[in-house]
């Protein structure tokens, strides 16, 4: 079975620095694992994925994750934050063969102004 | 492109009510999915279809089903509802092929009385 955990609650950073949310991860076989991002009353936003190929992927609003196999880690990164950013972030990793997801608890971005 | 299309977006039930939840997938998106979003518990898979086909189901109980019309459109029923079954419903598309991101509607909010 695989699993995704994030373990922190939330991370707080101010306008302008970077940020990276953690995420790590446990299948058998490659992973396919993702970036989403979730607004007040919203559903889920695609960021990014990763399938295979570069470590460090890039996807929407300047966000990127690196990709560590050895670390079974894939964590969110920005090089600098906007308070607009702030939002609930969920990793996900996808079943082989059953295509389900499996998300992380997830982890509440606040960027201070 | 329009998105991911859920209604309704708010329900309230009472207990052992049943209710029907529809889903408009992307065009070109022949995969839907539902997951449920409870407080406390995240983020779980229930079920996928894929070309009329229910291809896989998450760990829920029987009275949770649905369907995937030919136009690629799903519905989600949930039978006999309980307390616990008070939650965010989020429909996802992709188009075929195991690393198409799903993509998200904003959900329908069933709250049980």
């Known amino acids: 079975a695989q699993s995704v955990a994030q373990p922190e609650d939330q991370v707080n950073v101010a306008e302008g620095n970077p940020l990276t949310v953690k995420c790590t991860y446990s299948?058998?076989?490659?992973?396919?694992l993702f970036w989403y991002v979730q607004y007040p009353n919203r559903g889920l936003q695609f960021l990014l994925k990763?399938?295979?190929?570069?470590?460090l992927v890039k996807g929407s609003y300047g966000f990127e994750a690196e990709f560590n196999k050895s670390q079974t880690s894939f964590h969110l990164k920005k090089p600098s934050a906007l308070v607009s950013d702030s939002a609930l972030y969920f990793c996900?990793?996808?079943?082989?063969?059953?295509?389900?997801?499996?998300f992380g608890s997830g982890t509440r971005l606040q960027v201070q102004p | 492109e329009a998105g991911v299309t859920q209604s309704p977006t708010h329900l309230i039930k009472t207990r052992g009510q049943q209710v029907t939840l529809r889903c408009s997938p992307i065009?070109?998106?022949?995969?839907v999915y539902w997951y449920q979003q409870a407080l406390g518990l995240g983020l779980q898979f229930l079920l996928w279809?894929?070309?009329?086909?229910?291809?896989n189901r998450g760990n829920f109980p029987p009275r949770f089903s649905g369907r995937q019309f030919p136009n690629y459109s799903s519905e989600l029923n949930v039978n006999a509802l309980e307390l616990e079954d008070s939650a965010l419903y989020l429909c996802?598309?992709?188009?075929?092929?195991?690393?198409?991101?799903?993509?998200f509607g904003d959900g329908t909010r069933l709250s049980i009385l």
């Open positions: 996802a598309s992709s188009r075929q092929g195991g690393a198409q991101p799903q993509h």
């Open positions: 279809y894929d070309e009329g086909e229910e291809r």
């Open positions: 990763y399938i295979t190929g570069d470590n």
């Open positions: 299948v058998s076989g490659n992973p396919y």
């Open positions: 065009s070109g998106h022949t995969s």
């Open positions: 996900a990793v996808r079943d082989t063969g059953r295509r389900a997801l499996t």
